[in-house]
């Protein structure tokens, strides 16, 4: 909703940061990320026609404490101020890099000409235009929804009891702004609002049907705010999660092996573990970990292809989750796979490569265990199996017919009788209860994560962080596609649950999990502390000198656009 | 950063592909809906609550079937015709699959894809349906077929108009016996027999080999045997009900020589007559106005000579629904093309007429001039074998008997047929549970039927009601 509107900011990357002079040739290079791959290729961000450059010859890299230029193996070297440089080199304004016979200077952006000029004339346009919602105004919205559909359940059902959660929700949301908001100094709260709207409309089905199934999910949602917030903080370093990563990949991977040993099998799959009154499972958060594992990597700006010890990884992970019979999760990594691997390499070769393989392994798998198959076989026509395989599906379209539009009302409807209506089945549960316009609006609001990705990576302040995002919102369309269209009987119904809104407590603490690596793609994210950290006269770009007030309060904005 | 910007437009298409998954399910649920809520397994509408705020359903003649008042479904006040017509109309719960207030449960209650069942009932507007058939035929049908299990149906062969659509055992819609369900006298009573029920269909699937060897056999109809009354066929014997001597396909038909077309099944071989008998509907179903009717079947994919030879003669494991032999009949009374029946005449309501029934053709059956010939032959078959007057006083009938051999009990009686009245020009099928005789109990029940709707036409001449195609 106007969560959206929001979203519609100006592209970071239409004005410079630094600019780079050849002043042999006069030419100047705007840069304008924070990783900006250098070399004769066209693919390059910054594009050297002059034949003794690499195709790829160096990344120059914005970080906390300054700009640095690394080589990537090119046959001429870096020198800045004609000392190769080895690794990582911090290169100050005014300083000379040589690639090859091309001499570069460092500058400030408002250094140079009429080009900045120009651009703060455009920004200014595009401010006038551009509105803002700011992050009160949504979580009042998500407020007022909640507390219209709790007081349609207390006249539904005659009886107080289904305020509870829903209060509770709304308490925890409130808190959650204020504090991010004081200690964390976060302004933006889009990412969070959409989040806040799924898991409520989530809360407040389970409510009404099962007030236990809605105090589990409001732990949860605490849960996964706590684990959302730890992560934005883990992953604000990239060397951190570089030094980590293994150690993830291992005790994820651990986390696995241990569900097949000590696992329960519920409901047709051994990817539960029972630990007294909480039985949680751990596939969930192995999504978390394995983000970490195929988004980190030392490669710069993925100008690499190997992806071996990622395709290894990712292959034993997807074994664990067969031989539990976990089939749809199995699928998700599966789709993460190849999200992340070309994210990464760019290389159609992996991506045909791995989907024959997974292919020839399907074979295989069903020629040697054909009953898998017999799971599926109601795909495409679930009537002719309404007694059996196809009866979810069935009551779901049945229901979902019945509810319209605007719904039949919540605890009015007949698909909460059916087993896994609030998890498997819950949109076919939100279309019947609170129609077809709410429930669509959660598939969509999924769909928003990943154009918010979209929207923001090539905003972000490292390629890690945007590989993740793409990965972690591809992950979750993903998820929510294989729930919506297995219960429609589009696709063959896998019992994944939909992110954010199907009741199960692993599920939604690791939704909120995966939230945060998209929210770290967000440069605003971390932008403010580093206005405060940082100091103005800081040799790590040119904002910071200007006679205009107007002007230095454009490049403050840069960092901390409210 | 420019490179991920471009690979990221792989994920984007992903979410592209969802969002149009999305709007597939949307459009898909929109023109489904009204379909998948009305199915028997929708708690919402399972019960007479379902039908609380339902619209009337009327006879062809506006004699009121059903009506909703005050929240419940009263039928009508006569209880022969709430019995006679129940498998048309339904009773309150959707255990009747074929029946209109199970298929049109959701038209007749207004639902609408908008407000689904949650429709404020300020904004209700429920559908009214007329049907095609005759409450009183339908009595008819029903005192004719009596305590027998059985099935009538009559259909005008020039608009397609189901006239009568009786089905027994049967019962009171307002009052749903208690031991409906382990009671054996109400064994089957939630079919309508007419579409749901199959039964082997004996001398009447003669039409069908008929049909086969006149089109697959040059001069057919001149085809000689002599039948002595029985055969061996294969390593088994084949018998008739009599002995015909020395016959022709019309003669052979006439007196329903079961040698002679257990031969020309033989002659003509399994693939030669599965091609006729799927062109002549079998092994297919058919959908009238919503309900899907029973598969009619024909498969000699395993069977030996002999078993050849009396599939022929409509037994081995030939099977047909009495509506599948009724169009059959009247595609022979149509120059081979039936007119497809139908039994809704029109849905209508504040917002409009949501549906109105009309004449169809269904595919081609057989050639006009094959048609022309079986019509001969079935009205000579009358002529010499049932007698016109002992058939039907009122109009000149065509038609062809059978009786069903089944595997235990007594067999099943069949007739088909149609008139040659230009104006009552009706097709029909009956079929007898147990009934032994084809000419002695399913004649009769169709006699009665057929005067009674001459009768009802010289009021309304049904050629009126909808001009032929």
């Known amino acids: 909703m106007t969560a959206f509107i929001s979203l519609r900011y100006g592209r970071r990357e239409k004005h410079a940061l630094v600019t780079l002079e050849d002043t042999d040739r006069e030419i100047l290079y705007p840069v304008l990320f924070w990783e900006n791959s250098i070399g004769r290729s066209r693919t390059s961000d910054i594009r050297i026609k002059d034949p003794t450059v690499s195709r790829e010859h160096a990344v120059l890299l914005r970080r906390s404490n300054g700009w640095f230029i690394a080589d990537t193996g090119s046959k001429a070297g870096v020198y800045v101020n004609g000392q190769q440089a080895q690794g990582r080199t911090p290169v100050y304004i005014g300083d000379q890099i040589r690639l090859g016979l091309s001499v570069l200077t460092l500058r400030r952006a408002d250094d140079t000409t009429a080009y900045s000029e120009r651009e703060y004339l455009r920004y200014k346009e595009a401010k006038r235009e551009s509105r803002t919602v700011t992050g009160s105004v949504l979580?009042?919205?998500?407020?007022?929804?909640?507390?219209?559909?709790?007081?349609?359940?207390?006249?539904?059902?005659?009886?107080?009891?289904?305020?509870i959660a829903p209060l509770g929700f709304v308490t925890v949301m409130w808190i959650f702004y204020a504090v991010s908001r004081r200690f964390f100094k976060r302004r933006c709260f889009e990412l969070e609002a959409l989040a806040f709207l799924l898991?409520?409309?989530?809360i407040i089905l389970n409510t009404v049907h099962d007030q236990r199934q809605s105090f589990v999910q409001l732990a949860a949602l605490v849960l996964g705010i706590i684990i959302y917030c730890f992560m934005l903080w883990f992953i604000e370093v990239p060397d951190r999660v570089m030094k980590w990563r293994w150690l993830i990949a291992v005790g994820a991977l651990g986390m696995l092996g241990l569900t097949i040993a000590i696992g329960t099998n519920l409901n047709g799959a051994k990817n539960w573990i029972v630990l007294g009154p909480v039985s949680i499972q751990p596939a969930e958060f192995v999504k978390i970990a394995y983000i970490f594992i195929g988004a980190s990597t030392l490669d710069y700006l993925q100008t690499r292809k190997n992806l071996f010890g990622f395709i290894l990884v990712s292959g034993m992970y997807v074994g664990v989750l067969v031989l539990m019979s976990d089939f749809g999760t199995a699928v998700i990594f599966f789709a993460t796979f190849l999200v992340i691997a070309f994210m990464r390499s760019g290389d159609f070769k992996t991506i045909i490569l791995a989907v024959t393989a997974a292919a020839l392994a399907i074979i295989v798998v069903l020629s040697v265990k054909p009953y898998i198959a017999a799971r599926f076989q109601a795909w495409g026509h679930v009537w002719e199996y309404a007694t059996e395989e196809g009866y979810q599906q069935i009551n779901t379209l049945i229901y979902s017919s019945s509810g319209g539009l605007f719904g039949v009302g919540l605890s009015k409807g007949c698909l909460q009788y059916v087993f896994a209506s609030e998890s498997d089945l819950v949109f076919g549960l939100a279309t019947e209860e609170l129609g077809l316009i709410i429930a669509v609006l959660c598939g969509v609001v999924i769909g928003g994560l990943?154009?918010?990705?979209?929207?923001?990576?090539?905003?972000?302040?490292?390629?890690?962080?945007?590989?993740?995002?793409?990965?972690?919102?591809?992950?979750?369309?993903?998820?929510?596609?294989?729930?919506?269209?297995?219960?429609?009987?589009?696709?063959?119904?896998?019992?994944?649950?939909?992110?954010?809104?199907?009741y199960g407590g692993s599920s939604m603490a690791a939704c909120w999990g995966l939230l945060a690596f998209i929210k770290s793609a967000d440069e605003r994210t971390y932008s403010h502390r580093h206005a405060k950290t940082v100091p103005a006269d800081d040799d790590d770009d040119g904002y910071e000198r200007s006679d205009d007030p107007d002007y230095t309060d454009y490049t403050e904005q840069a960092y901390t656009r409210i | 950063m420019k490179r991920t910007r471009t690979r990221s437009i792989m994920v984007v298409l992903l979410t592209l592909a969802y969002f149009a998954g999305l709007i597939y399910h949307i459009v898909n649920l929109s023109l489904h809906s009204s379909e998948w809520v009305s199915m028997p397994q929708n708690a919402h509408i399972a019960d007479s609550e379902g039908l609380a705020d339902a619209g009337m359903i009327y006879d062809r003649n506006g004699i009121v079937l059903a009506q909703s008042l005050n929240g419940t479904r009263i039928y009508n006040a006569s209880e022969a015709v709430r019995r006679a017509c129940l498998h048309v109309v339904g009773d309150d719960s959707t255990n009747i699959s074929t029946a209109v207030?199970?298929?049109?449960?959701?038209?007749?209650?207004?639902?609408?894809?908008?407000?689904?069942?949650?429709?404020?009932?300020?904004?209700?507007?429920?559908n009214n349906?007329?049907?095609?058939?005759?409450?009183?035929?339908?009595?008819?049908?029903?005192?004719?077929?009596?305590?027998?299990?059985?099935a009538v149906i009559v259909y005008n062969y020039k608009t397609g108009e189901i006239l009568c659509m009786t089905s027994t055992p049967t019962y009171d819609p307002q009052n749903v016996p208690e031991d409906i369900e382990t009671n054996d006298d109400y064994e089957g009573a939630y079919l309508n027999r007419v579409l749901s029920g199959v039964y082997p269909p004996g001398s009447t699937f003669k039409l069908v080999t008929s049909a086969a060897a006149l089109e697959y056999i040059p001069d057919a109809e001149n085809i000689e045997y002599n039948c002595t009354g029985s055969d061996e066929i294969g390593t088994k014997e084949f018998n008739c009900f009599s002995v015909s001597g020395l016959?022709?396909?019309?003669?052979?038909?006439?007196?329903?020589?079961?040698?002679?077309?257990?031969?020309?099944a033989l002659r003509l071989g399994g693939e030669q007559m599965t091609a006729q008998a799927q062109k002549m509907g079998f092994n297919n179903c058919y959908t009238i106005d919503g309900a899907q009717t029973a598969k009619s079947i024909y498969n000699v994919s395993e069977a030996n000579d002999n078993e050849l030879a009396w599939s022929g003669v409509g037994q081995y494991t030939v099977l047909s629904t009495p509506i599948n032999m009724a169009i059959i009949s009247a595609a022979v009374a149509n120059g081979g093309i039936p007119v497809m029946p139908y039994f809704i005449k029109e849905i209508k309501g504040a917002t409009g007429t949501l549906k109105s029934g009309s004449t169809s053709l269904g595919s081609i059956m057989m050639p006009p001039d094959i048609a022309q010939k079986l019509y001969d032959y079935m009205d000579y078959t009358v002529e010499t074998n049932y007698g016109k007057n002992y058939f039907c006083s009122s109009l000149d009938i065509c038609a062809k008997t059978g009786t069903a051999e089944i595997d235990e009990g007594i067999a099943h009686a069949w007739v088909t047929g149609f008139s040659k009245d230009e104006d009552c020009p009706l097709a029909f099928a009956v079929v007898v549970e147990h009934g032994n005789s084809g000419y002695g109990v399913a004649i009769p029940v169709a006699t009665a039927v057929l005067d009674a709707a001459a009768a009802a036409s010289t009021l309304h001449p049904y050629s009126r009601f909808r001009s032929a195609p």
Not at chain 1, 139 to 163: C, G, K, Q, R
Not at chain 2, 103 to 123: A, C, K, M, T, V
Not at chain 2, 252 to 260: F, H, K, M, T
């Open chain 1, 139 to 163: 979580l009042m919205l998500i407020t007022v929804y909640i507390l219209f559909l709790t007081a349609e359940a207390v006249l539904n059902m005659n009886s107080f009891a289904p305020v």
């Open chain 1, 199 to 202: 898991s409520g409309t989530g």
């Open chain 1, 450 to 502: 990943m154009l918010y990705a979209r929207a923001v990576i090539t905003r972000s302040r490292s390629t890690f962080y945007s590989i993740a995002a793409c990965s972690a919102a591809g992950l979750l369309v993903f998820q929510a596609a294989l729930n919506i269209f297995g219960v429609v009987d589009l696709l063959p119904l896998t019992g994944v649950t939909l992110p954010f809104v199907s």
């Open chain 2, 101 to 126: 207030q199970t298929i049109y449960r959701s038209e007749l209650s207004g639902y609408n894809f908008i407000f689904g069942l949650g429709q404020p009932d300020f904004i209700r507007t429920s």
């Open chain 2, 129 to 150: 349906i007329t049907l095609t058939i005759d409450a009183g035929l339908q009595t008819t049908a029903l005192s004719a077929l009596g305590d027998r299990k059985g």
């Open chain 2, 247 to 264: 016959v022709t396909m019309r003669e052979a038909l006439a007196q329903s020589c079961n040698c002679y077309f257990g031969f020309l």
